[in-house]
């Protein structure tokens, strides 16, 4: 009796055991965060000289999170028409259509850049942050980021005038909390889509293979990367370009985005070799679309259909 009372207490003792070192692999879940406007209606943000909401700013939400959205119209001087960026439901349909677009800075190739940003910016123009679940809360130190991924449903729309890139623009700083972007903060943007020729401002880095999911399919895909030391002056932040060699103008894509804001520090570090990824925070995650103007004249777009975010 006392034999089998062991034997019984040992399988016991075993179950229990090998239930709480397998238990974490079968209730751990995937943090999938959705990100656009899944309580449906229709909600429109407008971006016009005469009205003075060249950056209008709205906020969407989803069950988990909530995203900023603005046009973004930084280099907008004056001009007849709109940008117009309108959810459907989930889906963000952003319309540009200006006519005698007069830039502030007429040698940039860049008239703005309306999207949704995600994570806090405490600088201009958004000065705030949006709702983050607890499995994702911006800003952390990019040391400590969790492997995640990103993944764009869209389209874009090219009638008239320049898209410039259809992109992620992601923000790194050393002060979590600053309210002005300056050398040594970084820009990370991952051009998915691009018509724009670079200056000789931007240092050829090298080519990073990662692969990437189009429609399902894991695909390969080169890209080549871009630094440009200083944006718009000698104190100004440091960009790092990756630049797409697929020309994804629409689609389903899954980029491996904890992989690529990491690695950027390798190619920093062939300009700055004193910079360290310690350093720094990710703060926020835009998307949006970069657009110029022909001769004062662009009709452009693009559709968002869905943004999620995988760790």
């Known amino acids: 009796m006392l034999i089998l009372l062991s034997a019984i207490f040992l399988i016991i003792f075993i179950t229990i055991i090998v239930f709480i070192v397998l238990l974490p692999n079968y209730s751990k879940n995937d943090c999938i965060i959705t990100l656009g406007n899944t309580y449906g209606g229709e909600f429109s943000i407008l971006g016009k000289y005469q009205s003075d909401s060249t950056y209008a700013i709205g906020m969407v939400y989803s069950k988990n999170a909530s995203l900023f959205v603005s046009p973004f119209l930084w280099n907008l001087k004056t001009a007849l028409g709109y940008t117009n960026l309108t959810y459907r439901g989930n889906t963000l349909v952003v319309n540009v259509n200006f006519t005698n677009f007069e830039k502030i800075n007429s040698n940039l190739q860049v008239d703005g850049y309306p999207g949704v940003m995600y994570g806090q910016e405490d600088w201009f123009p ?186």
């Not at 942050?129 to 993944?151: A, G, Y």
């Not at 293979?209 to 429609?215: G, T």
């Not at 985005?257 to 062939?270: A, C, E, H, P, Q």
Request: hydrophobic letters at 40%.
């Open 126 to 311: 958004f000065a705030g942050r949006t709702l983050m679940p607890s499995c994702f809360v911006l800003p952390v130190k990019v040391i400590s980021l969790p492997n995640f991924n990103s993944t764009l449903s869209y389209k874009i729309n090219d009638n008239r005038g320049i898209i410039d890139d259809f992109s992620y623009d992601i923000w790194l700083t050393q002060n979590p909390n600053t309210t002005y972007i300056q050398f040594p903060d970084v820009e990370i943007m991952i051009w998915l889509y691009h018509n724009e020729t670079l200056s000789d401002y931007f240092v050829k880095a090298g080519v990073m293979s990662v692969n990437i999911m189009v429609n399902g399919t894991v695909i390969q895909d080169d890209f080549t990367v871009y630094i440009l030391p200083h944006t718009g002056s000698s104190n100004g932040w440091i960009g790092v370009y990756y630049i797409s060699q697929l020309e994804l103008s629409a689609g389903n894509i899954t980029v491996p985005m904890s992989t690529l804001i990491k690695d950027s520090f390798n190619y920093i570090r062939g300009v700055f070799p004193d910079l360290q990824t310690s350093a720094y925070y990710l703060n926020a995650i835009q998307v949006g679309m970069e657009f110029n103007d022909i001769n004062g004249v662009v009709n452009v777009g693009y559709t968002l259909y869905n943004w999620t975010i995988t760790i």
